[in-house]
């Protein structure tokens, strides 16, 4: 009788990798709509921006020291805020985050479709739009 080993030890290492493979990170793609000085209120200024979350794109845990305002166009997200249940928002829900805020989740809810929303942000002039979590 005849026997055949296809067994080789570097093969776990193909095969575990295969096993991971579709969870690659996929950043999301911002864009910058426009920035403007907010009139009346000396030092702070307003962001526009659209973020497309590819298939799968998974946000890193972060804040962003400004009154935030989301709006989805087209898919759907998942979005949390620390001491808050996290939502899925589809188009033409809303999310609103507080300077205060630590966003823990925001993260496309297919892996499948794109999702676009537009967030409008309200933070002092020059301050970053996005800070790591502390």
Known sequence: MLSITFWRPELLFVLLSLINWPLETREPDIKTLMTKDLAGAPGKETLM???????????????????AFVYVLEGAVVMQVKGQ??????????????????????????????????????????????????
């Open 49 to 67: 921006l659209t973020v497309e979350y590819p298939p799968g794109a998974i946000e890193p845990v972060h804040r962003h020291n400004a009154q």
């Open 85 to 134: 249940a996290p939502v899925t928002l589809k188009p033409g829900d809303t999310f609103y985050e507080g300077n205060e805020d630590v966003h823990l989740v925001g993260r496309n809810a297919s892996q499948t479709s794109p999702a676009r929303f537009v967030v409008f942000l309200v933070k002092d002039k020059g301050a970053p739009a996005v800070l790591p979590a502390q």
